[in-house]
């Protein structure tokens, strides 16, 4: 009996299956420092202790895209082993922030499945949850890929495509309990533009680049445990190991605190498309849409439904060609929602 | 007065010294985060507090790996600054687990030594033990290597050559106290293999690989005090720096999870050739064999003495030349003990 | 309204201008275990946490270097966003150490502006000054900078100057709280010459090198926040991104270790200059040289004032051309004060 991981194929998927991830991840200090290394990361409020008490938190937390991607590595060797493609994310939250000494495990349920009309292969829809030790759901999501059948003969399964909502709306955003911007300190957060400020459909260029070294984003999946290997393994992508998409969606954001450095803390995940395959040498830049805002229901905080966009070249804010495809050096559309004080 | 360390020559050691290493190292949850940003560790064990907790431990140790490097990183200036050749390991044991918050030292004593009969070189033996700051020995191993000589003229040494086990009994081993995996959570460590699934002479091939780079290699080897020059200096080895024998190891046992993830812990090193040199650009594959299978004495735990062979290419389980020579591509060959539940 | 900070120049600071520098951060034992993965670092006070206790400190304190990037880094979108040069730094001071759990923050007081007669730049200095989270200075330093103007008709200001101290007096310097080297182990320290060993004009060779690499000084800079594009963005720097001078220091600080093992704690700055610049592939090596030697106050702690050298090749000792430049591969002259055991 082989004792290696194959990975799950089309057909071992079913509606309403559960799936357990393996290894659990206890979180710590450790791993903020090397998010700090790892990318340009500002936001006051994961970077000081005092500061986050300021806001009503016990401790500064770990960064919210740091435990989506814990969250995230677990399920790669049950979901993306065999995926051809990461398709889209759907109806991401944020329901409690992960403090160091936390320990992470993540579990996904199948809840869409749609065989392709090649008969090669087919469409996975999960969502997925990161709980804590206290078995606390922290965050979770939904998110489809494309996975290869590797039995052919295996009949195809009962279409069934969830019906997902385009953007969260602001009711199902989830203020951290004892969030409050009434003492936020507007010069140690480095910018002083609160929730007022910003108008829908304003752009902001983050104007600052950072170019990627391999070493860096291997350290960066390793850290989440994500060891599939496409990132790693030279020989088995010999034009370039393909970076890690959530090492550009923490490169993009840490870049866009020169802009928006009070949208503290991510809560929505709307939607989000790695348009263009991100490789070592790439410089990577980043804009912002402001597609929304919103009241959060709690006084003085405010949400801003952001489109936050990764480039590796090319001219701020252009996204797609005219015939509605994403320009080539576009790497990265996101949709989230973000708190700020009001 | 020279104040610069030149490093021990042949002449500088006699039987039954005690080189007293320098400069303690307090490890923490900081190493832990690195070793898991630099290696695709995943052992649930060594990631989750609370899964080391539901074993019978108080946490989740240091790596055993990282727990040698460090051990092994304070010899490098007293034994190895002018080696030409690491010989071999054995009798290698973990006798406790080391926790984040302890101090490590090292000491060596030389129980062996041979001059080469080219009066040039000899073999230093010597048996060194890492302790914590309770003055307990937490790991141990006898390591032999090739000196060069300063003062030709000095006296060759009576020739002692130490009596070694060529594997350590399973009486040998040191099971933690409290390791308990009567609560062992196999969806949680990745795999459902248990010790009574593997026979001795299987093989396992662990499929994934890594291309190593520069910058890792030199983080990893820093970060364990070991600042040998062949390791960080290009203009010391114009054709490459040579990659630190343990990056090797642990990058080997990383990926030796899949197949072997609930191999939790190493408890023994019988011995280890590191068979060929690596270098940054090498992509660095597994594969393990089982050579022996035993009881611990305590229930429930299993012990499996595997081969651990890291490559840079080739076929799968090819090691040596029809002249009994290692194959070109075959970095390391290690033999060693690890805990498994049965 | 443009969001993103553009940064201050010369016609934007006026004498006695307080700059609250934003982003306080939270330091922690991860923060420790990448300065010993990024740095060659063995200073055994650093290291170990018993070692520390035993000098009579409550625990091992983060390398003073750090903390001075950490303080560094804070300032840099508020100084040198628009500097041309990096001119010098004086009246640098440790007051207080820092430990793992401290959060810093900084703040700036501009002391001296001078506009140059081409009128588009003009030279401005600054005092810095770090402080934790009790609003204890722990590092306080003088810096000037070359900054562009913006506005070329804006009206230069009143020339003033600070008178600024060659070198600190040894009074100067202060001694932590309670530090305490007569039970000093230096064994473990790992050289036995003490203060008195050392003699002025005494000059050492640190010998070891490293050749550095893009990835490590990415991830160095970025850990102290300090995200100035020159580090980078290789489009913004064809060439070659500059390396953080800070990078330099500490990797001549840490090379220093083999001949300066007890030079433990750095309490003053007298002087510094980066005299070439540094980029990925160079090997930094190190020498050191003794400029004088003073008490203290504190029974059993003295004072050495050392000129610390940066090179990327060359012979060891050489520093000026006879023009009395800097010669091209000298990196870094830094002049500091370190404390010793007697």
Known sequence: MAKTNPGRFFEDYSIGQVLHHAVPRTVTVGERALYHALYPARHA???????ARSCGLPQSPIDDLA???????????????????????????????VYPGDTLRSESEVIGLKQNSNGKTGVVWVRTR????????????VRWVMVRKSNLDAPAPETVVPELKKALAPGDLVVPQGLNFSDYDFVQSGENHRWDDYKTGEMIDHVDGVTVEEAEHM?????????????????????????????????????????????QMIVGLNGGAHANPCFAGDTVKA???????????????????????????????ALKTDEGRYRPEVLLDLDYWALMPK
């Open 45 to 51: 409020l994961y970077s000081s202790d005092d500061f």
């Open 67 to 97: 435990a989506f991607h814990v969250v995230f590595g677990k399920t790669v060797p049950d979901i993306s082993l065999n995926a051809v493609a990461n398709l889209g994310y759907a109806e991401g939250r944020w329901l409690k922030p």
């Open 130 to 141: 990161g709980l804590n030790q206290r078995d606390e759901v922290v965050i979770e999501y």
């Open 219 to 263: 350290l960066a999946t390793r850290l989440w445990q994500n060891t599939a290997k496409v990132h790693f393994d030279l020989t088995f992508r010999p034009d370039g190991r393909l970076i890690y998409g959530g090492h550009v969606i923490s490169m993009a954001r840490a870049l866009s605190f020169n802009g928006l450095a009070n949208a």
């Open 287 to 317: 804009w912002s849409e402001v597609l929304d805002k919103a009241d959060t229901g709690v006084p003085g905080v405010g949400a801003l439904r952001l489109r936050l966009v990764a480039t590796k070249g090319g001219e701020p804010f």
